[in-house]
């Protein structure tokens, strides 16, 4: 019924329109706490981060905690990167100076964090997208990984995100191709560990070919982001 579906998205917006709508209380909540978030000092930041992992023993859902620990991650990244990163600005379409996260970018994380797909076009910093996702489901204590597509990204991505991370008191680490299985297990017990798919793969296959779990590399899975999850998937 091609008239009925084109008289409900002018009235309602399509599918999408209406998800994107629905992330803007969210973003809105996270861009108000910019105040809160930048009178802190740096070692604030870090218990403001212990805080939230107690909570989240103590009970609160993720999604409880998301506003708070958004907006740690975009403090954190603002004070570490600083107009350093140039990105294109969603509106104007310009290159400028990364201040901090832009609104698309936190609406692209929490979307990583619901399990979804972000689809963004090249400029719009997927890398500071999947921030966000990662310190927020790190705060279980279970380890995230980050899927890249090649060891070179890995390592860049892992090095420059790492501190804004080491701020806000969480570990990070990256598996390239060549590191033994000390290397290894040692990166996997970080917080967050970015690498490729083909390193995580066989991680695991391999893993679950040895007799004595002691000997594994890999915690048991908890949370992963993709990036280029098309063509990785």
């Not at 909540?29 to 070692?43: E, G, M, Q």
């Not at 103590?58 to 991650?73: I, K, M, P, Q």
């Not at 692209?108 to 076009?121: F, N």
Request: hydrophobic share 40%.
């Amino acid at each position: 019924m091609p008239l009925l579906d084109t008289v409900l998205r002018f009235f309602i917006g399509s599918r999408n329109e209406r998800l994107v709508k629905a992330l803007w209380p969210s973003v809105n909540k996270i861009l108000d706490l910019f105040p809160k978030t930048n009178a802190l000092s740096d070692a604030e930041l870090k218990e403001y981060t212990g805080r939230l992992k107690e909570r989240r023993r103590d009970g609160e859902s993720l999604e409880d905690l998301l506003v708070e620990a958004f907006a740690l991650v975009r403090e954190a990244s603002w004070r570490v990167l600083g107009n350093r990163q140039m990105v294109k600005d969603p509106v104007s379409g310009e290159t400028i100076p990364y201040k901090a996260h832009f609104p698309v970018q936190l609406m692209g994380g929490i979307v990583l964090h619901q399990g979804k797909i972000a689809e963004m076009v090249t400029g719009e910093g997927k890398t500071f997208v999947a921030t966000p996702a990662a310190f927020l489901n790190a705060l279980d204590g279970r380890g995230v990984h980050v899927v890249t597509v090649n060891d070179y990204l890995a390592r860049r991505d892992a090095e420059e995100q790492g501190r804004v991370l080491a701020l806000l008191g969480m570990s990070c680490g990256y598996i390239l191709t060549d590191m033994d299985n000390e290397e290894r297990r040692e990166m996997y017990a970080r917080d967050i560990t970015y690498g490729t798919n083909n390193e995580f793969g066989f991680d695991y296959l391999r893993d679950n070919m040895k007799v004595d779990p002691r000997t594994q590399v890999q915690r048991e899975l908890h949370y992963a982001v993709i990036d280029e999850v098309d063509s990785i998937l």
